[in-house]
């Protein structure tokens, strides 16, 4: 259960300040034993970060089967986790973009052997890539502090799509489909760090809702929140920061072309 998990004791913060407060450090940390002369800045690594969680996405997305969504938000958790304590400086964002990937393959359980999973890439990378994931494993379970239960926003979502079809079945996939499309955007935020999954998904279906003109709110009043008075507007006021998150990571988006100016 999410109440008695280390996502919820060791993974989630009161704050956004707390959570740069720890990357600051882990960079600052870092710096200190660095040797080229010109090191990224913490704002470029910001930046490597964020364009690495999206090539992890795409990455995901060339395997058959296909990867659940569980198992890509395991990944990008751990990819995101990992630099909540450690730096670019020290681990490079590439390398542990495929060593959380098959990490988490193998902790929700989607078979592949090693071999099968460097077959999707091209073949001058295989043999490098495979050295990576293996001597990189142990570093990125240690920055996880071996902590590698995920609990992703996706199970309460299509509970609360099942529990809203009797509502509005003419419009649930379509409700389905655009209340996924907000998590793989929420999931690339630091909204992972700072809300249980449940209110994830509720930010997701709101969201999605609105945009479809759907009564969301007399759905959650009558069965979410009915034996709690201010349980609405907590709920709104929840989702709005979220959606506020998401705006602010949005707009530093827009400059994310210059990652491979950094990298180079």
């Known amino acids: 259960m999410f109440n008695e998990s280390t996502q919820k004791k060791h993974w989630l913060f009161k704050d956004l300040s707390s ?63 990992v630099y909540l304590h450690e730096s670019s400086l020290q681990l490079q964002p590439r390398d542990m973009m495929f060593s959380c990937a098959y990490l988490a393959f193998k902790v929700d359980e989607y078979n592949l052997s090693i071999d099968q999973f460097l077959k999707v890439l091209p073949k001058d990378m295989q043999s490098l890539v ?48 655009k209340s996924e499309k907000y998590l793989s955007m929420s999931i690339l935020t630091d909204v992972i760090f700072l809300y249980p999954p449940s209110q994830i998904a509720l930010c997701a279906i709101y969201t999605s809702c609105e945009e479809m003109d759907l009564d969301i709110e007399q759905y959650l009043t009558e069965c979410l929140f009915s034996d709690q008075t201010d349980g609405l507007k907590q709920a709104v006021r929840i989702v709005r920061e979220q959606n506020e998150i998401l705006k602010q990571h949005s707009s530093k988006s827009q400059h994310d072309s210059e990652w491979k100016v950094i990298e180079e």
């Not at 001597?135 to 529990?163: I, K, Q, W």
């Open 19 to 81: 959570i740069e407060e720890l990357r600051k450090e882990a960079y600052h940390r870092h710096l200190q034993t660095y040797t080229p002369s010109d090191p990224i800045s913490l704002d470029e690594q910001s930046l490597l970060i964020r364009h690495y969680s999206k090539e992890l996405i795409k990455f995901c997305s060339v395997f058959h089967p296909p990867v659940p969504s569980g198992t890509i938000y395991t990944a990008l958790t751990y990819f995101n986790r």
């Open 130 to 177: 495979g050295q990576i994931v293996i001597a990189f494993e142990l570093t990125v379970m240690s920055a996880l502090n071996c902590e590698l239960a995920v609990h992703s926003p996706y199970r309460p979502l299509h509970g609360l799509l099942t529990d809203m079809k009797v509502r509005h079945s003419e419009e649930i996939e379509l409700l389905k489909e």
